[in-house]
Each structure stands twice: as structure tokens, then as C-alpha cells.
């Protein structure tokens, strides 16, 4: 089973004796739930680094509602196993007041980017996000950080974020991990009943073929998808749906 540790110290203390052997540190950063599209970025890790550092921390303040928070899965005797098999040599499994020690006084802010696309639907949403992930960036101390491509919007963010704050952190973007049917892996997908499951592949067929944003809104909505947007941006085509009370986000190549 990997290491667990709960607190900063602990980390640092470990990543002092990895440092001082010149042993190059992979992270990869999640809220668990882990499914395979985490075990890709934990096994890209293993195979680009010596160390593989994995944190579970379901941040508070990347929720814009209560109630997606409050039943958000926790799974972590699941998540230990599939981290053990994929390759993480430490867990960190900080509690709220080791990530948030003076409040949510304290935060990372975008001013364009993070209020579009999902932003515009999630007030606050990319904020902590961001926070998070500065945080959890400075106690890894990492030479390179995974990220899935799955959350588009959220990589962007993030890279642009290390660039703006000269992070010394390599952000990596490794791509989606998908259903044999097309359908993003995503932790909430468990959330969906068999109905919509069976629909929800039609997401990602649709992004797929439609010719313009427009034409993907009209053939989802008719579906029975809720579209909170679809829309073309350089090189790629990001939506949002959501699907009774699931909402799922993917991207595609264009
Ligand atoms: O993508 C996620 O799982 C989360 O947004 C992250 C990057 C772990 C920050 O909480």
C-alpha cells in the first residue's frame, strides 16, 4: 500500500530525503473517486518519474453547489487499492484546516478564461480551483504535475496560471480515458441512472459530428440533454450538459 500522509510536514520531510537523491518527483493531484482515467495519469507519472506523489483532497471551494459537495463519492479504501496497482509511492490526504489554515481569505484569481465556458455556469468555480491547486503545487514541491485533458478548461487555467507565477513545476496534460461507448470517465458518472447512462455517450458523438455549435445545442436539447453551452474555440469544441441531476463537461479535437 503507498504511504499515507495527512499533514504538510510529513510531506516535506519525505520529499527533503527524495530531493537529496536526486530523484525526480511526479504528482498527480485529485479529489478521488479515482477511475481509470486517474490510474493513466498516476502510470504516466510512474513512467516519467522515481517518486509518484498523489494527493486526495475534495476542496470545499471549487463547489459552487452544496448539495454536489455534500454528495460528491468518497471512496478512499478503493482509491488506495487502484493507487497501490497504478504506482503511487505517497498519498497525501490532507483534512480542510492543513489545505486552508488562515480561512479562504487568502486566493487565486483569473479575470477572463475562468468566466467563460463552465465559469460563466459555476461562479467561483476556477477560483478554487486555482487556489487549490496553487496550494497543493507549492507543498508538492513536484517536478512535474498531470492533469487530464478531460477538464480542458482547468488545464489552460492551470498552465496559464504556472506561467504567470513562475511555478517551476511542469504541468503535464495527458488525455481522455473514455467508455468503450465514447462516454468521458468522470467521477459523477456513477451518479447517473441506467437511462440516462445509456444516453450519455450521445455527448461526445455529437461534439463529434456536428457541424457548428449551434447544430450540437439543437441535437442534444432535442435528446433531452440541458445544455449549458456548447461552443467552438481554436482547435477545440467544449460543452456542458447536464443529464438529471449529472452534469458532465468534454472537449474534442476540431
Ligand atoms: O480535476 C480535479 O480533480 C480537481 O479540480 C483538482 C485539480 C484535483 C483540484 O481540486
Known amino acids: 500500500m503507498p504511504k499515507i500522509v495527512h499533514t504538510v510536514m510529513e510531506w516535506r520531510a519525505l520529499r527533503s530525503t527524495h530531493q537529496a537523491a536526486g530523484r525526480i518527483i511526479g504528482f498527480v493531484p485529485t479529489m478521488g473517486a479515482l477511475h481509470r482515467g486517474h490510474a493513466s495519469l498516476i502510470q504516466a507519472a510512474r513512467q516519467e518519474c522515481d517518486v509518484v506523489l498523489a494527493s486526495v483532497f475534495v476542496n470545499p471551494t471549487q463547489f459552487d453547489e452544496a448539495t ?131 444516453l450519455a455517450p450521445r455527448f461526445h458523438a455529437i461534439l463529434q459530428s456536428a457541424p457548428d455549435a449551434t447544430t450540437a445545442t439543437e441535437q442534444l436539447t432535442t435528446l433531452g440533454f440541458r445544455v449549458d453551452y456548447v461552443e467552438d474555440r481554436p482547435g477545440r469544441r467544449l460543452g456542458a450538459v447536464r443529464l438529471g441531476s449529472t452534469r458532465l463537461i468534454d472537449n474534442v479535437a476540431r
Open 68 to 198: 454536489d459537495f455534500d454528495t460528491y463519492p468518497r471512496t478512499l479504501e478503493a482509491d488506495l487499492a487502484l493507487m497501490e496497482k497504478a504506482g503511487v509511492d505517497t498519498v497525501f490526504a490532507p483534512s480542510v484546516g492543513e489545505m486552508y489554515p488562515n480561512g479562504r481569505h487568502y486566493t487565486v484569481e483569473e479575470d477572463t478564461l475562468s468566466r467563460e465556458l463552465c465559469g460563466a455556469h459555476r461562479p467561483g468555480h476556477f477560483t478554487g480551483v486555482l487556489t487549490v491547486v496553487m496550494k497543493l503545487l507549492q507543498i508538492a514541491g513536484a517536478d512535474r504535475a498531470y492533469f487530464g485533458e478531460k477538464d480542458w478548461q482547468q488545464l489552460q487555467l492551470i498552465r496559464g496560471m504556472a506561467e504567470a507565477f513562475f511555478l517551476e513545476t511542469e504541468i503535464v496534460g495527458w488525455p481522455t480515458v473514455r467508455e468503450a461507448d465514447g462516454l468521458a470517465l468522470s467521477s459523477r458518472n456513477v451518479r447517473l441512472t441506467p437511462d440516462e447512462r445509456t
